[in-house]
Nanobody, 126 residues
Framework: EVQLQASGGGLVQAGGSLRLSCTAS????????IGWFRQAPGKEREWVSC????????GYADSVKGRFTISRDNAKGTVYLQMNSLKPEDTADYYC???????????????????WGQGTQVTVSS
């Protein structure tokens, strides 16, 4: 079965760090770009970051640029999101997703992804 599983969320104080993991099964992980999205209460799900399948090129939303780092380990079928200098506004449910689109700009949109994992909750206290 095609599946993604996100993990690593938790409670952290402002200025602290967390590392999220996204592990894939049931598909050829190396052929897919991976994105991270987040959704806070009462808000739309928004794009956070992505990493391409071939050259591992990365992209970040302006709100997290310089604080978050995405990486992937194809041998383990896992993508990571290292989150540093966390702010209360980072509080949300975080989701990972997989895409085989050939249009890289689509990786910034929910519609560009084919497979979604369940969310992991991140809470940043002030």
């Amino acid at each position: 079965e095609v599946q993604l599983q996100a993990s690593g969320g938790g409670l952290v104080q402002a200025g602290g760090s967390l590392r999220l993991s996204c592990t894939a099964s049931g598909f050829t992980f190396d052929d897919y770009a991976i994105g991270w999205f987040r959704q806070a209460p009462g808000k739309e799900r928004e794009w956070v970051s992505c990493i391409s399948s071939s050259d591992h090129r990365t992209g970040y939303a302006d709100s997290v640029k310089g604080r978050f780092t995405i990486s992937r380990d194809n041998a383990k079928g896992t993508v990571y999101l290292q989150m540093n200098s966390l702010k209360p506004e980072d509080t949300a449910d975080y989701y990972c997703a997989a895409s085989n689109t050939i249009i890289q700009s689509n990786l910034r949109q929910k519609a560009g992804y084919d497979v979604w994992g369940q969310g992991t909750q991140v809470t940043v206290s002030s």
